[in-house]
């Protein structure tokens, strides 16, 4: 794929002309983070050194997604009838996000576009987003994206991967839709070769400041309920108060409830980001809670990103080492040392420890 050159100048020009044709979302910040926000009035992407406090999750599948309208009036023709909400089918561009949440948009994928059943909602936002990462020459302390299946400058599952260079930026297209993004901003011009050399170089220099390291090489292999009975799971979730933080920052998680919220005769039905480290997220109707305990919550998390997941898809964990959940755990539970903890697991000292 071809890689430009785009002078700081340009830069905006392109964002502009962007807008003509692409509802745009960047980075915007907000007191002393970022987020993900609509870019609206010629606003630029504010780019911050190192990742954003949430990931661009929530531009793909927001927190809060009406599904359908109904009316309970019966003086209405479609009473009781589930409406499907107008969908805005305005294509949009996401830029500015770090390779690892594009990885995360990847992996998410894996569980709404299964085989046999797709996520409608999903797949026609994702296939009307063109996401456009930029690379990360300075990975954060507690990054392990490298360990994780991603990196830095990844474009796997980018359509075009952005690069600072010399006070330019480096385009480069990954697929044909962003080629096309390309084209719209007017940057398609400077094309040269040599330029893919230097986003190689600069690629192997970050991927060198990754300094977190994390093994999950024997996941795949321990045995499943010698994971779950491990004596280290009351340890580990000692300090967790059920927060969730670490589940709604988190760019592969993807847990929802849906809910019916009524007003008068209107109503509309709705699916919520959830979280299984809250405590209603199993309860039954009937009062039973099959994860009641804290622990019981703690083990479900770590056991699904590091050994349902991978048993599951069998492409690696459900983690992309972007390390939000370190940073902003309120009680410094790190998901780089648990996951030592399952991957060297020692099935004969467990044994003696019973």
Same mark, same amino acid.
């Given at each position: 794929?071809?890689?430009?050159?785009?002078?700081?100048?340009?830069?905006?020009?392109?964002?502009?002309?962007?807008?003509?044709?692409?509802?745009?979302?960047?980075?915007?910040?907000?007191?002393?983070?970022?987020?993900?926000?609509?870019l609206k009035n010629g606003r630029l992407p504010d780019i911050p050194p190192q990742n954003?406090?949430?990931?661009?999750?929530?531009?793909? @599948?927001?927190?809060?997604?009406?599904?359908?309208?109904?009316?309970?009036?019966?003086?209405?023709?479609?009473?009781?009838?589930?409406?499907?909400?107008?969908?805005?089918?305005?294509?949009?561009?996401?830029?500015?996000?770090?390779?690892?949440?594009?990885? &995360?948009?990847?992996?998410?994928?894996?569980?709404?576009?299964?085989?046999?059943?797709? *996520?409608?909602?999903?797949?026609?936002?994702?296939?009307?987003?063109?996401?456009?990462? @930029?690379?990360?020459?300075?990975?954060?302390?507690?990054?392990?994206?490298?360990? &994780?299946?991603?990196?830095?400058?990844?474009?796997?599952?980018?359509?075009?991967?952005?690069?600072?260079?010399?006070?330019?930026?480096?385009?480069?297209?990954?697929?044909?839709?962003?080629?096309?993004?390309?084209? &719209?901003?007017?940057?398609?011009?400077?094309?040269?070769?040599?330029?893919?050399?230097?986003?190689?170089?600069?690629?192997?220099?970050?991927?060198?400041?990754?300094?977190?390291?994390?093994?999950?090489?024997?996941?795949? %292999?321990?045995?499943?309920?010698?994971?779950?009975?491990?004596?280290?799971?009351?340890?580990?979730?000692?300090?967790?108060?059920?927060?969730?933080?670490?589940?709604?920052?988190?760019?592969?998680?993807?847990?929802?409830?849906?809910?019916?919220?009524?007003?008068?005769?209107?109503?509309?039905?709705?699916?919520?980001?959830?979280?299984?480290?809250?405590?209603?997220?199993?309860?039954? %109707?009937?009062g039973h809670n099959p994860r009641g305990l804290k622990v019981q919550r703690v083990r479900?998390?770590?056991?699904?990103?590091?050994?349902?997941?991978?048993?599951?898809?069998?492409?690696?964990?459900?983690?992309?080492?972007?390390?939000?959940?370190?940073?902003?755990?309120?009680?410094?539970?790190?998901?780089?040392?648990?996951?030592?903890?399952?991957?060297?697991?020692?099935? *004969?000292?467990?044994?003696?420890?019973?």
């Amino acid at each position: 794929m071809k890689v430009f050159k785009i002078e700081k100048a340009e830069w905006e020009n392109g964002i502009n002309r962007l807008a003509d044709s692409y509802a745009l979302f960047g980075p915007v910040r907000e007191q002393d983070f970022h987020l993900f926000k609509p870019l609206k009035n010629g606003r630029l992407p504010d780019i911050p050194p190192q990742n954003t406090r949430m990931s661009v999750k929530d531009v793909l @599948y927001p927190q809060t997604q009406p599904m359908f309208d109904y009316s309970l009036d019966e003086n209405d023709a479609d009473h009781h009838q589930l409406k499907d909400v107008p969908w805005d089918e305005t294509p949009k561009a996401v830029i500015g996000m770090r390779p690892c949440d594009a990885d &995360a948009v990847a992996l998410v994928g894996r569980n709404f576009v299964a085989k046999d059943i797709q *996520d409608p909602y999903w797949v026609r936002t994702l296939e009307a987003t063109t996401l456009v990462g @930029y690379a990360c020459d300075n990975p954060c302390p507690v990054c392990f994206c490298t360990s &994780a299946g991603s990196g830095p400058y990844n474009e796997a599952a980018l359509d075009v991967l952005l690069a600072d260079s010399d006070g330019a930026i480096l385009a480069k297209a990954v697929t044909e839709k962003g080629e096309r993004l390309i084209a &719209a901003a007017g940057w398609d011009t400077g094309a040269d070769d040599s330029l893919a050399e230097t986003i190689a170089a600069q690629k192997e220099t970050a991927e060198a400041k990754v300094t977190a390291q994390v093994s999950t090489d024997k996941l795949a %292999g321990h045995d499943t309920m010698a994971l779950y009975n491990a004596s280290f799971w009351e340890d580990v979730s000692f300090s967790c108060i059920n927060c969730g933080t670490c589940t709604f920052l988190c760019p592969t998680c993807w847990c929802f409830d849906i809910q019916d919220e009524t007003h008068g005769t209107k109503g509309q039905r709705m699916r919520n980001w959830d979280s299984c480290m809250f405590p209603i997220f199993t309860i039954h %109707g009937t009062g039973h809670n099959p994860r009641g305990l804290k622990v019981q919550r703690v083990r479900q998390r770590f056991m699904h990103k590091l050994k349902y997941y991978v048993d599951k898809y069998e492409s690696g964990i459900q983690c992309v080492g972007c390390g939000r959940c370190v940073t902003y755990c309120p009680v410094n539970i790190d998901i780089r040392r648990v996951a030592g903890l399952m991957n060297e697991l020692d099935l *004969d000292a467990e044994a003696c420890a019973i």
